[in-house]
């Protein structure tokens, strides 16, 4: 059996990065693909948005943290995960989420450059050579690091806040 997801798409907020008890990384993105397609009776091409919470851990984590803000264009492989949990007024609630296994960094270089530090004077635009083929950075789990823990139940006062 098979369960892969592929998306490309863009980070709608800045990522959400906590280190749990273990001290293993997690980060949260929520990532937003747009299919366009052309309606042929009113003659005109209609997006739709899809938005998607992505969860990568240790490794890609720190990739995130560092690279990943609102905007940035990433590619993401991963697994569909859903979670089941019981609301506050006792219904069952459900969420499905991607646990990713690779992402790629993809758009222009300066795109995603490591967070600066306010001493740090940003770089001007015009310094960096145009560049017309998209830049891309890949960053896969290894293989030698520990598999990932089993996913924390969410609380039931907060269900979509998963170890954030």
């Known amino acids: 059996m098979i369960n892969k997801v592929i998306l490309v798409g863009n980070v709608g907020i800045d990522p959400e990065v906590r280190t749990i008890?273990?001290?293993a990384k997690v980060a949260r993105v929520r990532l937003a693909t747009t299919e366009r397609l052309f309606d042929r009776q009113a003659n005109e091409t209609k997006e739709h948005t899809e938005w998607h919470t992505v969860t990568l851990w240790r490794g890609l984590a720190d990739v995130v943290d560092r690279y990943v803000r609102k905007g940035s264009q990433i590619y993401i492989e991963g697994r569909l995960r859903t979670r089941e949990w019981t609301d506050k007024d006792g219904n069952k609630r459900y969420t499905?989420?991607?646990?990713?296994?690779?992402m790629k960094l993809?758009?222009?270089r300066g795109d995603n450059a490591p967070q600066q530090s306010d001493a740090a004077p940003a770089p001007s635009p015009y310094q960096q050579p145009y560049q017309q083929q998209p830049y891309q950075q890949s960053y896969q789990q290894s293989a030698a690091q520990p598999q990932r823990p089993a996913p924390v139940a969410a609380p039931a006062d907060d269900p979509d806040d998963l170890p954030f």
């Open 21 to 23: 008890e273990s001290g």
């Open 96 to 102: 499905t989420e991607i646990l990713a296994d690779d």
């Open 106 to 108: 993809l758009g222009r």
